[in-house]
Nanobody, 123 residues
Framework: VQLQASGGGLVQPGGSLRLSCAAS????????IGWFRQAPGKEREGVSCISSSDSNTNFADSVKGRFTISRDNAKNTVYLQMNSLKPEDTAVYYC?????????????????WGQGTLVTVSS
């Protein structure tokens, strides 16, 4: 299983970015997907997740109302749309997946991880 996270970059506060997580060797329809981030000197934290099948979603309190998550099963890709970005959103963002219905914001419940993409929010 391979996950490829992309879409990171430098953005000004208040700006937007869309991260993509493309999967190979699996069909994402049957997998829950989570997005996590890790800032320098901090522990990895769950940001958002989406369940398989009916696409229930969950978000960390820190990003509710600003981030959305969606999946395009035809492209085998999950997206994290990040709006109203703040400097505290700066981190390496990772996507992860596990073969289950319900999604979780706990990193130890995921089996496969992408390589991470850096998001820097700065003026």
């Amino acid at each position: 299983v391979q996950l490829q996270a992309s879409g990171g970059g430098l953005v000004q506060p208040g700006g937007s970015l869309r991260l993509s997580c493309a999967a190979s060797e699996i069909t994402l329809d049957y997998y829950a997907i989570g997005w996590f981030r890790q800032a320098p000197g901090k522990e990895r934290e769950g940001v958002s997740c989406i369940s398989s099948s009916d696409s229930n979603t969950n978000f960390a309190d820190s990003v509710k109302g600003r981030f959305t998550i969606s999946r395009d099963n035809a492209k085998n890709t999950v997206y994290l749309q990040m709006n109203s970005l703040k400097p505290e959103d700066t981190a390496v963002y990772y996507c992860a997946t596990t073969f289950t219905y319900w999604c979780s914001l706990k990193s130890d419940e995921y089996d496969y991880w992408g390589q991470g993409t850096l998001v820097t929010v700065s003026s």
